[in-house]
């Protein structure tokens, strides 16, 4: 059945993927972002959508988002501000938009009796980890404000679904590429780094001696396990999943990733997503990933 859904954030990379798969799945979608980091063109293949509304505003107001969840059954809470080297310099910005943001919806979710809430939470929590595939059990160590804002975001939603009912769902991405990824030079995650360096002609810049690995997830796999937790209907209040991946440390000089157009002499070591799902959590099932690592890539 159609659904009036808000998604936070929707004019960002991910967000503008997940507003594209609502209004596919027929929804009625409103958008809510302060254009901070995201931008219209995101959306500008969606513009005069019959269901789309779009509004520009900050997750802070709670005067705004009092109006707005009025008429809203489901919210994506993902609004945040995202890149990560910044947040060292600007850690109180992070504290307002993540901290005060999440907060500021979650009571605006409770008042107006969401039916789901499903909030995009950062494996960053984990820090610099000692087991890989890294369990949803690990320690939490976050290495900067990014990563602290993001798990105390999770914490009050978390704590808003013990206390209060609150339907609501956390997902710990790991790092997300594809289409619209956010290329701010340096401060950008490395599939857009080099994507933007190919398109401009440049070297690609590898930090260190290349052999650090990573853990990827193409955004419409991302999209999917977002747009199904929607309809879920946990066993428990409230449950958390990891969106971790199986990996192998694979050199792009000697993969079939090498050989493709995208990069065709880079030095740089990859990890790249062999099965895309650990199950973990209450309900959530082993899935594979929706293409293989050269389609996305
Ligand atoms: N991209 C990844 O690899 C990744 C990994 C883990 C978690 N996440 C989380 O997923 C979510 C989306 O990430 P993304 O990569 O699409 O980032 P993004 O920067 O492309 O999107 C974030 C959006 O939120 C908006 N925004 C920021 N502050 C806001 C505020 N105060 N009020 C309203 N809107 C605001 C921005 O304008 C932008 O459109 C974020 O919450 C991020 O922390 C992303």
């Known amino acids: 059945m159609p659904k009036r859904v808000l998604v936070t954030g929707g004019a960002g990379f991910i967000g503008s993927h997940l507003v594209e798969r609502l209004l596919h799945d027929g929804h009625e979608v409103s958008v809510l972002d302060n254009f901070s980091t995201g931008c219209i063109e995101n959306l500008s293949h969606l513009s005069g959508h019959a269901r789309l509304h779009i509004e520009e505003g900050d997750v802070t107001d709670s005067r705004l988002l009092a109006e707005l969840l009025q008429s809203i059954d489901w919210v994506f809470h993902l609004a945040a501000l995202a890149d990560i080297v910044p947040s060292v310099t600007k850690p109180l910005d992070y504290y307002r938009a993540n901290v005060t943001g999440t907060a500021t919806i979650v009571e605006a979710a409770r008042q107006n009796r969401v039916q789901r809430f499903v909030y995009a939470a950062s494996s960053s929590c984990y820090g610099i980890p000692s087991i890989y595939p890294t369990p949803e059990t690990a320690d939490i160590r976050p290495h900067y404000p990014y990563a602290l804002t993001k798990y105390l975001g999770e914490q009050l939603v978390m704590h808003w679904a013990q206390v209060y009912g609150l339907p609501a769902v956390s997902l710990r991405l790991f ?12 401060y950008g995650a490395v599939f857009g780094v080099f994507l933007a360096q190919k398109l401009a002609g440049q070297p690609f810049t590898i930090v260190g001696d290349g052999t650090q690995t990573r853990d990827f997830t193409f955004v419409t796999d991302v999209v999917e396990a977002s747009s199904r937790q929607r309809c879920r209907r946990s066993r428990k209040k409230f449950s958390m999943w990891d969106r971790g991946t199986r990996t192998a440390s694979i050199s ?20 790249v997503p062999l099965r895309i799902l650990r199950r973990s959590g209450v309900c959530w099932d082993g899935r594979q990933p929706s ?5 996305s890539v």
Not at 176 to 186: E, I, Q
Not at 253 to 270: E, G, K, N, T, W
Not at 291 to 295: A, M, V
């Open 252 to 271: 792009l000089s000697d993969c079939s990733v090498a050989r493709s157009p995208i990069f065709p002499s880079a030095q740089a070591s990859l990890v």
């Open 175 to 186: 790092n997300v590429f594809g289409p619209r990824a956010r290329t701010t030079g340096s």
């Open 291 to 295: 293409r293989s690592r050269k389609e």
